[in-house]
């Protein structure tokens, strides 16, 4: 007579999937019990008994922390989709019968993309779906967000990419300028262009070399043999706009933080500086709740014409 065990652990196999897909989020199966509010013994068990039943190893166990095998890695895979798609069931139900009234809608971006480029469908959003709880984590520099995706602590990044992980989707769907901003009455302003040499003995208010601006212009710089004159620090565009106007220093930006309304000139480099994306930005595999899916499609519509491929198909 055949033994009653795996038809018990089948039964269970949702629990044990949803602490392992925690525990390889996380490296660690204490957090992964604090994420699904069990003992660690608990999740260890459960862990074990998904090893037993497929007969392999699922983690390196190195101390505290653990680590996916290959084999981890295949199921992992395979199954996160698939909790996410049962913890999300009721949502996704009441979605399909054309309603959309709960739920929460995590969105991860930087502050310029909250100011700039979010509002627009955000605003949408909120007027057709009041009863949909929305947060925006504001995240300083690209590896803050990508550590929230990887949580699960986002639904989705909103922001602008150059290096993409492979486990990252990034779609762009609007292109920004760079421009130089100069104070009103500055020795630049009169000129319709500017060379990186007529730049680079004026003090440049920048943000924080850990961000990618700071970055992008010490490199192009250097790539023309000169050195960009960093005279002040500062976080926020709308805070580097400010001094600029005040006669602080000059700026490089993305136009996307321009509105037209400010007291400076600004002159185009894109002879100099790539043009720069915003888009969206997911894990890859990461299942989309409804709201989700709803939010994406609209700020698709609001930016039409800047690209034109499907990003739900590109998940997976």
């Not at 990419?161 to 990252?168: G, H, K, S, W, Y």
Request: aromatic residues 8%; glycine residues 6%; hydrophobic residues 40%.
């Amino acid at each position: 007579m055949a033994s009653p065990a795996p038809i018990y652990y089948k039964q269970n196999r949702l629990k044990q999937l949803r602490a392992f897909c925690h525990a390889a989020r996380t490296g660690s199966i204490s957090e992964a019990a604090d994420k699904v509010f069990l003992s660690q013994p608990t999740v260890s068990l459960q862990i074990q008994a998904l090893e037993r039943e497929l007969e392999t190893v699922l983690f390196e166990r190195r101390g505290p922390k653990i680590r996916l095998t290959p084999e981890g890695k295949i199921l992992f895979k395979l199954s996160q989709p698939l909790v996410e798609g049962m913890d999300k069931l009721h949502e996704t139900f009441i979605a399909q019968q054309g309603l959309l009234e709960a739920g929460d809608l995590n969105i991860a971006a930087g502050e310029s993309t909250i100011l700039y480029v979010i509002p627009k469908p955000l605003k949408l959003f909120m007027e057709q779906h009041p009863k949909i709880r929305v947060k925006l984590h504001n995240v300083t520099g690209g590896r803050d967000g990508l550590s929230r995706l990887r949580a699960d602590e986002a639904d989705f990044a909103v922001g602008s990419m150059l290096d993409v992980p492979d486990d990252i989707v990034y779609k762009p769907l609007v292109t920004y300028s760079p421009e130089l901003i100069v104070p009103l009455g500055h020795p630049l302003a009169e000129k319709q262009s500017v060379s990186l040499k007529d730049i680079a003995p004026y003090g440049l208010i920048l943000p924080p070399p850990s961000l990618t601006t700071w970055r992008m212009v010490d490199l192009v710089f250097r790539q023309h043999e000169l050195i960009a004159k960093t005279g002040l620090e500062a976080g926020g565009w709308e805070v580097i706009k400010k001094y600029v106007e005040l006669g602080m220093g000059i700026s490089i930006v993305t136009d996307v933080c321009l509105t037209g309304e400010e007291k400076l000139v600004k002159i185009p480099l894109d002879e100099y500086f790539p043009k720069r994306t915003y888009g969206i930005v997911l894990r890859r595999g990461k299942y989309l709740s409804p709201q989700a899916k709803r939010f994406i499609d609209l700020m698709e519509a609001c930016y039409e014409g800047d690209s034109a491929t499907d990003l739900t198909a590109e998940i997976l």
